[in-house]
């Protein structure tokens, strides 16, 4: 059984920053991959950042200079500083983690996902 538990959205002023987290537990061999993706109403889930094996880090383009993802690898745990945050950036916060229960494939999971809205 693995658990992923998301914590830090809720809603901020525009200008404003949160910090997302999200703890993964359970029966872990290794982990592949932590990211975060997100999904606004009637829009599809896009990536947003994403942290590889080594700390390679990958982001959607123009979020670029505001997001930044990290890992804390002893807590198996995975963040998401969000900095200058627009309404536009109102969307379902979803963690996303590729990992390894055995020394098998690796297999996706998902966060039950957290709302960050931005407003006034």
């Known amino acids: 059984q693995v658990q992923l538990v998301e914590s830090g959205g809720g809603l901020v002023q525009p200008g404003g920053s949160l910090r997302l987290s999200c703890a993964v537990s359970?029966?872990?061999?290794?982990?592949?991959?932590m990211g975060w993706f997100r999904q606004a109403p009637g829009k599809r889930r896009d990536l947003v950042a994403r942290?590889?094996?080594?700390?390679?880090?990958d982001y959607e383009d123009s979020l670029k200079g505001r997001f930044t993802i990290s890992r804390d690898n002893a807590k198996n745990t995975v963040y998401l500083q969000m900095n200058s945050l627009k309404p536009e950036d109102t969307a379902v916060y979803f963690c996303?983690?590729?990992?390894?229960?055995?020394?098998?494939?690796?297999?996706?999971?998902w966060g039950q996902g957290t709302q960050v809205t931005v407003s006034s």
């Open positions: 942290i590889i094996s080594g700390g390679y880090t």
């Open positions: 996303n983690v590729v990992l390894r229960t055995t020394a098998n494939n690796p297999a996706n999971y």
């Open positions: 359970g029966s872990i061999f290794s982990i592949d991959a």
